[in-house]
């Protein structure tokens, strides 16, 4: 059996290799030099391993994510993970890989290996068995581009299945109780009949102005929340792209050039057409028809760059011959540059400055500067370049009233709003809990409440209906059949869930079912506790390589 599955991932592998190359590794590698808590710029100079790996450069870095990558998509049968959950998943992994060898599992036999294939996500039909056709429509997905090597795939899948034995053994058998067993089953199989009601809360509000002295209250009892954060005062050049357009000169081959890159961006949107007449296949514009808007467009593209360019020699200037600002020298390069410069309001880091278009991207690079670092690389906002220069860090400090009162009075008529809504929410569920009280039917209270009724019949959590509301879901469980639940806002819509019966099925501790649930709930909390060794060797490895801080024993 594993005969045939090497020789048809040796013929046909390569080109998921690449493939999985370009969804998975490729975006990592230009996130993978800024992972939050990591600072691995910080560390170029000194040589580091993680779990035996070399981790020192960004190559090693990005060869250490890229098995994980691969083995993320083989082992969960998900093209991708986002940044931090690939970065877990490759420590854990490499940990799992070290333990393995001090362990001394060795390499899977061909067998071993044949059936471990079998039990991949990425291989199995929609009932969860390995599937031979879902694997031969990979293959003929791929076979059309043989380019790499399937060393990769072979080394990921041997590692995988020491890691999965890895896992078995720091897991051990599993602990589930019969009432869990119980919990689940009943889970899956009550048959529910339930109503919703819902209620739009766009017009319900306090529609009363807040006295002074209620502003003046509320402010003092929500003080902390108004305390402004450490910020930074600068002054800013400012580079216009707007300026530079003068000095761009653009030749027809270039504008030609953008106008076929582009096209698409120049299409006319296609005249409406009568309900059942065909629309018209798009018309693919002309150079000289948009011409203009292509010269304006690529101008301005062009001037946005010189301007980039002015901004990043000012700021490499300033940095290279150390001028610093409050100086003569500073000054004079200044004029020398016929740069003003101009004060913003001071940054915090994460806010945003709208008039000026800072982000919370820019402002946080802003945030950063200080006495020994006084001059911003150029920080781009729209068609405008800035280069800030520090001025003074001012402390975090309590606001004043005046300060804040915008903020005040929106978060207090904010607060009003909120409470009128939850009581018309229970004014509401008092009047269909006495309505049901005096026989009448849950959907004919609500109705005569203005809400809008919904049934769902004779369902289970197995075989849910496809219109289903999840929010419903989520409340079931803690009512009893007659009962109707307190309104839950979701957005701009109040929820009241009414059951009207409940049937939870007879357990059989004898029953197929039974068993493979017990079993099933017996390698998940093996999994867990195999996951919560592995994150805790993970945790003592970075902390030890310098990459994170220990955590505090509370």
Same mark, same amino acid.
């Given at each position: 059996m594993f005969t045939w599955i090497q020789t048809t991932f040796k013929k046909h592998l390569p080109v998921f290799i690449v493939l999985l190359l370009l969804l998975l590794i490729i975006p990592f590698v230009f996130t993978i030099g800024a992972m939050p808590g990591l600072g691995f710029a910080e560390r170029k100079t000194r040589k580091l391993e993680i779990f035996g790996k070399p981790f020192t450069t960004e190559a090693q870095r990005n060869a250490f994510f890229e098995g994980a990558s691969l083995s993320v998509f083989l082992t969960t049968g998900r093209p991708a993970l986002d940044g931090n959950q690939l970065q877990f998943y490759a420590f854990r992994r490499a940990a799992a890989l070290q333990y393995a060898d001090k362990l001394g599992i060795p390499e899977p036999t061909e067998e071993n290996l044949a059936e471990f294939i079998k039990t991949l996500p990425a291989?199995?039909? !929609?009932? @969860?068995?390995?599937?031979?056709?879902?694997?031969?429509?990979?293959?003929?997905?791929?076979?059309?581009?043989?380019?790499?090597?399937?060393?990769?795939?072979n080394r990921v899948l041997r590692d995988d299945w020491r890691v999965a034995q890895v896992e078995r053994i720091l897991g051990g058998p599993g602990f589930v109780t019969d009432d869990e067993i119980r919990q689940v089953l009943i889970r899956n199989h009550t048959r529910w009949t339930v109503e919703r009601a819902t209620?739009?809360?766009?017009?319900?509000?306090?529609?009363?102005?807040?006295?002074? %002295?209620?502003?003046?209250?509320?402010f003092e009892t929500n003080k902390i929340r108004y305390r402004l954060p450490e910020r930074v005062r600068v002054d800013y050049a400012l580079f216009r792209a707007s300026e530079y357009a003068v000095k761009v000169q653009l030749t027809d081959d270039e504008i030609s050039a953008y106008f076929e890159q582009n096209k698409s961006r120049y299409r006319q949107p296609a005249p409406e057409v009568a309900e059942g007449e065909t629309p018209p296949p798009? /018309?693919?514009?002309?150079?000289?028809?948009?011409?203009?808007?292509? /010269?304006?467009?690529?101008?301005?593209?062009?001037a946005r760059t010189l301007a980039a360019e002015a901004a990043a020699d000012f700021a490499y200037d300033l940095f290279d011959r150390g001028l610093k600002p409050g100086t003569i020298e500073f000054d004079n390069e200044l004029a020398a540059r016929g740069i003003r410069l101009q004060a913003a309001p001071p940054v915090a880091a994460g806010g945003v400055v709208p008039a000026l278009g800072w982000t919370p991207q820019i402002t946080s690079a802003i945030a950063k500067l200080d006495e020994d670092r006084p001059v911003s690389d150029p920080l781009q906002a729209g068609d405008n370049i800035y280069v800030a220069i520090?001025?003074?860090?001012?402390?975090?400090?309590?606001?004043?009233?005046?300060? /804040?009162?915008?903020? /005040?009075?929106?978060?207090?008529?904010?607060?009003?709003?909120?409470?009128?809504?939850?009581?018309? @929410?229970? %004014?509401?569920?008092?009047?269909?809990?006495?309505?049901?009280?005096? @026989?009448?039917?849950?959907?004919?209270?609500?109705?005569?409440?203005?809400?809008?009724?919904?049934?769902?019949?004779?369902f289970t959590f197995s075989e849910l209906p496809q219109d289903i509301d999840y929010g419903v879901l989520s409340r079931l469980e803690e009512l009893a059949p007659g009962e109707i639940s307190p309104m839950s806002v979701q957005g701009t819509t109040g929820v009241f869930v009414h059951v009207v019966a409940?049937?939870?099925?007879?357990?059989? !501790?004898?029953s197929e079912e039974y068993i493979?649930?017990?079993e099933n709930l017996m390698r998940q909390g093996s999994a867990l506790t195999a996951q919560g060794?592995?994150?805790?060797?993970?945790?003592?490895?970075?902390?030890?390589a310098g990459l994170a801080e220990e955590t505090p024993v509370e």
């Amino acid at each position: 059996m594993f005969t045939w599955i090497q020789t048809t991932f040796k013929k046909h592998l390569p080109v998921f290799i690449v493939l999985l190359l370009l969804l998975l590794i490729i975006p990592f590698v230009f996130t993978i030099g800024a992972m939050p808590g990591l600072g691995f710029a910080e560390r170029k100079t000194r040589k580091l391993e993680i779990f035996g790996k070399p981790f020192t450069t960004e190559a090693q870095r990005n060869a250490f994510f890229e098995g994980a990558s691969l083995s993320v998509f083989l082992t969960t049968g998900r093209p991708a993970l986002d940044g931090n959950q690939l970065q877990f998943y490759a420590f854990r992994r490499a940990a799992a890989l070290q333990y393995a060898d001090k362990l001394g599992i060795p390499e899977p036999t061909e067998e071993n290996l044949a059936e471990f294939i079998k039990t991949l996500p990425a291989f199995q039909g !929609p009932d @969860g068995n390995y599937s031979p056709e879902a694997y031969t429509r990979f293959r003929d997905n791929i076979a059309a581009n043989p380019q790499a090597d399937v060393s990769l795939i072979n080394r990921v899948l041997r590692d995988d299945w020491r890691v999965a034995q890895v896992e078995r053994i720091l897991g051990g058998p599993g602990f589930v109780t019969d009432d869990e067993i119980r919990q689940v089953l009943i889970r899956n199989h009550t048959r529910w009949t339930v109503e919703r009601a819902t209620l739009d809360l766009s017009g319900i509000t306090d529609p009363t102005e807040p006295t002074e %002295e209620e502003i003046q209250q509320w402010f003092e009892t929500n003080k902390i929340r108004y305390r402004l954060p450490e910020r930074v005062r600068v002054d800013y050049a400012l580079f216009r792209a707007s300026e530079y357009a003068v000095k761009v000169q653009l030749t027809d081959d270039e504008i030609s050039a953008y106008f076929e890159q582009n096209k698409s961006r120049y299409r006319q949107p296609a005249p409406e057409v009568a309900e059942g007449e065909t629309p018209p296949p798009p /018309v693919e514009p002309t150079l000289e028809e948009v011409r203009d808007r292509v /010269v304006a467009d690529l101008t301005r593209i062009r001037a946005r760059t010189l301007a980039a360019e002015a901004a990043a020699d000012f700021a490499y200037d300033l940095f290279d011959r150390g001028l610093k600002p409050g100086t003569i020298e500073f000054d004079n390069e200044l004029a020398a540059r016929g740069i003003r410069l101009q004060a913003a309001p001071p940054v915090a880091a994460g806010g945003v400055v709208p008039a000026l278009g800072w982000t919370p991207q820019i402002t946080s690079a802003i945030a950063k500067l200080d006495e020994d670092r006084p001059v911003s690389d150029p920080l781009q906002a729209g068609d405008n370049i800035y280069v800030a220069i520090f001025r003074e860090r001012i402390p975090a400090a309590d606001a004043t009233l005046a300060e /804040v009162r915008d903020r /005040v009075i929106a978060d207090l008529k904010a607060h009003r709003n909120r409470q009128a809504i939850t009581a018309r @929410g229970k %004014e509401i569920r008092e009047k269909l809990l006495a309505a049901l009280a005096e @026989g009448k039917t849950f959907a004919e209270a609500a109705q005569a409440e203005g809400l809008e009724v919904k049934r769902w019949e004779n369902f289970t959590f197995s075989e849910l209906p496809q219109d289903i509301d999840y929010g419903v879901l989520s409340r079931l469980e803690e009512l009893a059949p007659g009962e109707i639940s307190p309104m839950s806002v979701q957005g701009t819509t109040g929820v009241f869930v009414h059951v009207v019966a409940r049937e939870e099925p007879p357990i059989d !501790p004898a029953s197929e079912e039974y068993i493979a649930t017990r079993e099933n709930l017996m390698r998940q909390g093996s999994a867990l506790t195999a996951q919560g060794v592995l994150a805790e060797l993970v945790q003592r490895e970075l902390v030890a390589a310098g990459l994170a801080e220990e955590t505090p024993v509370e």
